[in-house]
């Protein structure tokens, strides 16, 4: 996928990754969308490397992947960044 494609996956995974996370997850939409598309660039890569990523176009996997790395990027802010 492209870079392009990558970032507007992102704004998605950030979104369900908002709607997944449970409890009061702070920064609001527009961190949590820089967060999605964050993921999206970590799920993507990662999912690469394992051999499952590597599809081109907007597909049901490349969304559970670019939410998967969301969801991590936002329970990792969650938990140790945010105060």
Known sequence: MGFLSWII????????????MPG?????WFL???LGIAGAFVGGYVGSL????????LNIGSI???TLGA???LF???RFIKD
């Open 9 to 20: 996956l992102g704004l998605i995974a950030g979104a369900l990754a908002k709607w997944l």
């Open 71 to 73: 969801f991590i990027l």
């Open 64 to 66: 559970v992947t670019a």
């Open 32 to 34: 949590t969308m820089l």
């Open 76 to 78: 990792v802010y969650t």
């Open 50 to 57: 394992a051999g499952f990523g590597g599809a081109d176009g």
């Open 24 to 28: 009061e997850n702070g920064g609001g």
